[in-house]
């Protein structure tokens, strides 16, 4: 790690007013900035603690939902017995990522902000825009199995690493921050990353010094709730693919359903493409298929990834066959 | 974590003894870029009280040094092993205010006040605690390295399924799931056996969730 001034906040002003110098960074759980710190891929030179903050509670809403608090632990959010009941979805994505260790340190806010596991974004000793802005996109044509294959760029294919997001992203949660200068601002889970294009060293809508103080999510919507991970071992390993589908279904036919992909995109891939197929369809694998295909209509491979185009298709269907109930 | 990578901690360590581009690396080694720019003008240190097995240490510390290098290094706690320093290995879990954590992704300075519980800690009065004297019963090892993770590790499990923790295993995550083997399993898949002693592993953690003999 490179030297750094070592901050610790008493107050969600101050954090902010620390992290606004452009290198500075919030420090919640660690887990991901601090691996990232010892390969020098991340050199704050400050870092603002803010893990004696208020920000730990899970709460109810007015409106019947729930509202996280960004310091709660991916361990206190899986194991709270609202959060297990009213969005199943959310519990099972957390549980399928990670291992106990590191779910009980990683929080809310920061499992949101956690960086891509994109090889070439780890390997210092090659290229990559994300690191090096201008460098070049070695993934492009190299080992690539674990990138994306849709809403990507010529100058970065990296894939965001949450499950957590991806049943956040079917639950339409909303991150609630607050900038430096005291402003607050809710943003919708969807809108909160930004498209690699060009730019693929700025991930999120996120200024310097706005710090996430919350993630709210709606009341639960109508129908079953399913996340369903496919990786290369069975436990602690990152998405190939993983699949989060809400649905629910009336003499049959589907009449509501949200589709949303992980491990093939910068973000969470919601698909309004998917859901429109579904929306008023015989609640049948044929059905499950044709959404599939318009999920991925657009994405394509880059070679050693190429399977994962089939391999979401495929996932939806199961996942959707399970929530759903059909042969 | 879970990156395939096993090089790059191989990498880190080589740069920070100061030999990054030795010509032994298969691969080519070059300083990332931001390393040129960071020489500090000073290295500041901090005041850091730990606590840990009951015991309050008054600490001088570089901000950078971890949990496990300040319980190792610092403290002379070498029951907590370095295995990967990277959060995949869980050689170094330790507990921290009850809950099992990677004590090589976390900052000692993030943690004045906090309760550190290390393999240490477990025994009373020269009496081993319970899950090691399974693990020694049921032979849950073979080369030992990533015992003491491990053993820190299957305590606080059973304390999660306790108080009724669902795992990636629960079939339905709001029920309060049985301790099966399966879920024994996927709760330690933190924890890796490069020995492969799991079965072992599984038989002492089942033993002491089911009531175990001292």
């Given at each position: ?9 008493d107050?969600v ?59 709660v ?47 070439y ?7 990559c ?60 889970i ?24 919350s993630?709210?999510l ?14 290369d ?10 699949v989060?589908v ?20 910068y ?11 579904l ?12 959404a ?14 190429d ?9 939806l269907r ?10 | 974590?879970?990156?395939?990578l ?5 990498l880190?360590r ?14 080519a080694?070059?300083?990332a ?25 008054a600490?001088?510390?570089d901000p ?9 290094e ?24 009850g809950?099992?954590?990677n ?31 399974a ?29 009724g ?26 924890n ?6 799991y ?16």
């Open positions: 790690m490179t030297p750094f001034r070592y901050d610790r906040a107050s002003a101050s954090a902010c007013a620390s992290a606004r110098e452009p290198t500075a960074k919030f420090i919640a759980g660690g887990t991901n900035l601090l691996d990232l710190m010892k390969l020098q891929i991340e050199t704050p030179t400050l870092l603002v603690d803010i893990g004696r903050l208020s920000l730990a509670e899970i709460e109810e809403t007015a409106e019947g939902g729930l509202r996280i608090g960004a310091r632990t991916n361990s206190a959010v899986a194991a709270d017995m609202r959060v297990r009941r009213r969005y199943p979805v959310l519990s099972q994505a957390i549980l399928a990522g990670a291992s106990t260790q590191l779910r009980n340190k990683a929080t809310t806010g920061g499992n949101l902000l956690q960086r891509t596991r994109c090889p974004f780890y390997d210092t000793t090659k290229p825009n994300k690191r090096i802005p201008g460098s070049g996109c070695p993934a492009l044509g190299g080992l690539n199995r674990m990138n994306a294959v849709i809403g990507v760029s010529e100058d970065c294919i990296a894939a965001h690493g949450s499950d957590m997001a991806v049943a956040m992203a079917a639950l339409d949660a909303r991150v609630e921050t607050i900038a430096a200068n005291g402003a607050t601002r809710t943003i919708p969807d809108a909160l990353y930004r498209p690699p294009g060009t730019t693929p060293h700025i991930e999120t809508v996120l200024a310097p010094g706005e710090l996430i103080q993630v709210t709606p009341p639960p919507p109508p129908g079953r709730q399913l996340y369903r991970k496919v990786r071992r069975a436990s602690f390993a990152f998405a190939l693919v993983s989060a809400v649905v629910a279904c009336e003499d049959d036919r589907v009449s509501a359903a949200r589709v949303v992909f992980g491990g093939i995109s973000k969470p891939w919601r698909s309004p493409e998917a859901e429109a197929v929306i008023g369809a015989a609640a049948t694998r044929a059905s499950f298929d044709a599939g295909r318009a999920a991925l209509a657009h994405a394509r491979g880059y070679g050693h990834n399977f994962k185009v089939p391999l979401a298709r495929r996932a199961a996942a959707l066959a399970d929530a759903t109930g059909a042969v | 974590m879970e990156r395939i096993p090089f790059l901690s191989l880190s080589r740069r920070f003894l100061g030999t990054a581009g030795a010509a032994t690396l298969a691969m080694s070059q300083p870029p931001a390393e040129a720019a960071a020489e500090p003008a000073s290295i500041h240190h901090e005041n850091v009280a730990l606590t840990v097995n009951g015991r309050r240490h600490l001088d510390l950078r040094v971890t949990l496990l290098d300040a319980l190792r610092h403290l002379g706690l070498t029951g907590t092993k370095k295995g990967c320093d990277q959060g995949q290995c869980g050689a170094c879990t330790v507990m921290v205010n809950q099992r954590i004590s090589c992704l976390t900052l000692a300075v993030m943690h004045a006040g906090d309760e550190i519980m290390t393999i240490e800690g477990l025994e009373e009065a020269g009496v081993l605690h319970p899950m090691q004297a693990f020694v019963r049921h032979d849950g090892m073979q080369c030992g390295y990533c015992t003491p993770g491990q053993i820190c590790s299957a305590v606080a499990l059973l304390a999660e399924h306790k108080a923790w669902p795992s990636h295993v629960t079939a339905d995550v709001a029920s309060a799931p049985v301790l099966i083997d399966s879920e024994i399993a996927e709760r330690m898949s933190g890796i056996c490069r020995c492969s002693a079965p072992n592993i599984v038989a002492a953690i089942r033993d002491v969730a089911e009531g175990g003999r001292r």
